[in-house]
T-cell receptor, first 114, second 111 residues
Framework: DTGVSQDPRHKITKRGQNVTFRCDPI?????LYWYRQTLGQGPEFLTY????????KSRLLSDRFSAERPKGSFSTLEIQRTEQGDSAMYLC????????????FGEGSRLTVL | KNEVEQSPQNLTAQEGEFITINCSYS?????LHWLQQHPGGGIVSLFM???GKKKHGRLIATINIQEKHSSLHITASHPRDSAVYIC?????????????FGKGTLLTVNP
C-alpha cells in the first residue's frame, strides 16, 4: 500500500462549475478526514468518517459541499456551483481506529476557481 | 483567542543550529500532533504525543499537559528541514473527535 492517495492533484475550474475530489485511504484505516487549507493558514477541519458513517461536519461545509464514503473505503468530496472562495488545497487523511490514532495525509487536491 | 497558538510564525536559521518551535493550547486534549508540510502541500506526521517526550532522529517533541504546552526541537538543523511545522490537537473523546490545527511555523534553514 502506498499510502493515502488523492485525485486529481490539481483542478482549475470556472466559477459555477461542479468539482469532485476523490480520496483513497490506507486500506485498513477506518477513519477518514477531509480538511481545507488556504494560503498561509493551517488546515481547517471539514468532515470526518468512521467507516461509511459521516460522524461530524464543520460549519465550513456549506450546502454546496457534500462528502460520501459509500463502502467505508474511498471517499468523495463534491463542491457544487463553485465560488472563487472555494479555491484552496483539499487534504484527506486517514487513521486506524483507537484513541487519537496516527494520521496519514494525502498529497492534497489543489482547487483553483477562476 | 485561538485554541492553539504557535510561535514563532517564521523562523530563519543557519545550518547546524538548534531549533525550537512552540505550541500552546487552551483546551483539553487527548493527543497532540506535530506535522511537517513541504511546499506543494504534502503533510507528514512527525509525532503524536499524549505525554512526556518522543525522539526520532534529530527531532524531539515534548509536551507538558499541565501547562498546555508542547515544543518541537530540531538538533543540527539542515536545509532539508525547511518546511512548515504544524501543531494539531485532538480534542474530544470517544469515537467523535476532530483535529484543530495551528497556523504553522515556517522554518527556513540556510546553508
Amino acid at each position: 500500500d502506498t499510502g493515502v492517495s488523492q485525485d486529481p492533484r490539481h483542478k482549475i475550474t470556472k466559477r459555477g462549475q461542479n468539482v469532485t475530489f476523490r480520496c483513497d485511504p490506507i486500506s485498513e484505516h477506518n477513519r477518514l478526514y477531509w480538511y481545507r487549507q488556504t494560503l498561509g493558514q493551517g488546515p481547517e477541519f471539514l468532515t470526518y468518517f468512521q467507516n461509511e458513517a459521516q460522524l461530524e461536519k464543520s460549519r465550513l461545509l456549506s450546502d454546496r459541499f457534500s462528502a460520501e464514503r459509500p463502502k467505508g473505503s474511498f471517499s468523495t468530496l463534491e463542491i457544487q456551483r463553485t465560488e472563487q472562495g472555494d479555491s484552496a488545497m483539499y487534504l484527506c487523511a486517514s487513521s486506524l481506529g483507537g484513541h487519537g490514532g496516527e494520521l496519514f495525509f494525502g498529497e492534497g487536491s489543489r482547487l483553483t476557481v477562476l | 483567542k485561538n485554541e492553539v497558538e504557535q510561535s514563532p510564525q517564521n523562523l530563519t536559521a543557519q545550518e547546524g543550529e538548534f531549533i525550537t518551535i512552540n505550541c500552546s493550547y487552551s483546551v483539553g486534549i487527548s493527543a497532540l500532533h506535530w506535522l511537517q508540510q513541504h511546499p506543494g502541500g504534502g503533510i507528514v506526521s512527525l509525532f503524536m504525543l499524549s505525554s512526556g517526550k518522543k525522539k526520532h532522529g534529530r527531532l524531539i517533541a515534548t509536551i507538558n499537559i499541565q501547562e498546555k504546552h508542547s515544543s518541537l526541537h530540531i538538533t543540527a538543523s539542515h536545509p532539508r528541514d525547511s518546511a512548515v511545522y504544524i501543531c494539531a490537537l485532538h480534542t474530544g473523546g470517544g469515537s467523535n473527535y476532530k483535529l484543530t490545527f495551528g497556523k504553522g511555523t515556517l522554518l527556513t534553514v540556510n546553508p
